[in-house]
């Protein structure tokens, strides 16, 4: 069977839930990405236009550092990356996290949850970090 992890990333709790339940279901190994520089309520606040959060999503070149080491991913046939949807994106960091992963040769999936907004334009974002990574 093919050996799955789980990165998700997730300040709320709702996306590691789904991390957990999918985790479950496939055997998977999981990893929480965290963010080396912790996000306060007030970084989170999307009706504040220079909260944090905002003006990274607003940022193309913003990219977040993570906490640690990243997994290594030599064992694995299958990475899935789980994440919330902020300002219809990924949360940059999730860019930080793909460009210093070698996803060369994986099967990679991922999924999000959101107050509403659809995967569609996240997806474009993750399918050129996916083939910037190849
Ligand atoms: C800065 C910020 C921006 C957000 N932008 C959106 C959005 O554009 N569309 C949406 O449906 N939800 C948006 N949300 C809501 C989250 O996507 C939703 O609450 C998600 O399930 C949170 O996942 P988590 O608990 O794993 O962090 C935003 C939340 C934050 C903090």
Same mark, same amino acid.
Request: aromatic share 14%; proline share 7%.
């Given at each position: 069977m093919a050996k799955t992890i789980i990165l998700y990333f997730s300040k709320t709790g709702t996306t590691e839930k789904v991390a957990e339940v999918i985790a479950s279901k496939l055997g998977a190994d999981v990893y929480q990405i965290v963010e080396a520089v912790p996000y306060t309520n007030a970084d989170l606040n999307?009706?504040?236009? +220079? *909260?944090r959060a905002n003006i990274e999503q607003g940022d193309e070149s913003a990219r977040p550092t993570y906490k640690g080491e990243l997994p290594d @991913? +030599? *064992?694995?046939d299958q990475v899935i990356i789980g994440h919330p949807i902020w300002w219809g994106r990924p949360p940059r960091i999730i860019q930080t996290v793909m460009e210093n992963l070698? @996803?060369?040769?994986k099967r990679v999936a991922t999924f999000a949850t959101s107050g509403g907004s659809t995967y569609s334009e996240a997806q474009a974002v993750i399918d050129q970090m996916v083939k910037n990574s190849a």
């Open positions: 999307w009706n504040n236009p +220079t *909260s @991913l +030599t *064992s694995y070698n @996803l060369a040769g």
